[in-house]
């Protein structure tokens, strides 16, 4: 059912999770607190599946008509406590504005410019053992997005922390659910390892 933003906001004081089905781009240009970003253009069930227990309630907000798509993609892994989805996300968006956040999303180069500035800077790769074998940014800790819920505690919520996966889409679900968690200064890395792997090869 559709919900406004007084309801959205009711069901998540109550424990429901804020699903965010647009693009990485998109969410970083500006989101609802609070919300986890999990693309409809990406392998949306799988990692909605990683992050969000089956038992909670979920409130979906995407791109208008696109609802009962992100619905349905959650049906079929068993996810039926969708309560319903917030309408007119983005005039709900202009109008409560103060409830609105930019993510934070490095450069390369502004990765390399932390990692130097910022000697306590926390670094979590969120790609598979697999992919993490074949290399990582120096420093960082390896914690699979599908990990994440059960090994946060390894993870320290006041640190600055810089999330990255292999291209971007898997690091915005993972800083976003940081995020949510309470982690106050989350970025993750445009175009991840392999720009970041591209950019060292090329410097």
């Known amino acids: ?97 103060t409830d609105v956040e930019v993510a934070s999303r490095l450069t390369t180069n502004a990765l390399g410019e932390r990692i130097a500035d910022v000697p306590e800077l926390q670094m979590v790769d969120v790609r598979n053992p697999g992919e993490a074998d074949a290399g990582m940014i120096a420093g960082a800790v390896n914690i699979p997005v599908g990990q994440l819920p059960d090994r946060v505690g390894e993870l320290d919520p006041r640190k600055p922390t810089v999330v990255y996966c292999a291209g971007g889409y898997r690091s915005s679900v993972a800083a976003s659910f940081l995020r949510q968690r309470g982690f106050d200064d989350v970025s993750d890395v445009l175009g991840g390892y392999n720009a970041w792997d591209e950019a060292t090869q090329s410097a």
């Open 1 to 97: 059912r559709a919900m406004s933003y007084d309801e959205v906001r009711a069901a998540m004081a109550g424990g429901a999770v804020l699903v965010d089905g647009r693009s990485p781009e998109e969410f970083g240009l500006g989101h609802l607190t609070a919300a986890i970003n999990i693309g409809l253009e990406g392998r949306y069930a799988e990692f909605a599946g990683s992050v969000i227990k089956p038992e909670i309630d979920i409130v979906l907000l995407t791109d208008p008509g696109q609802e009962l798509e992100g619905k349905n993609r959650l049906a079929r892994i068993g996810f039926d406590r969708v309560v319903g989805f917030l309408e007119n996300p983005y005039e709900v968006m202009f109008s409560h504005r």
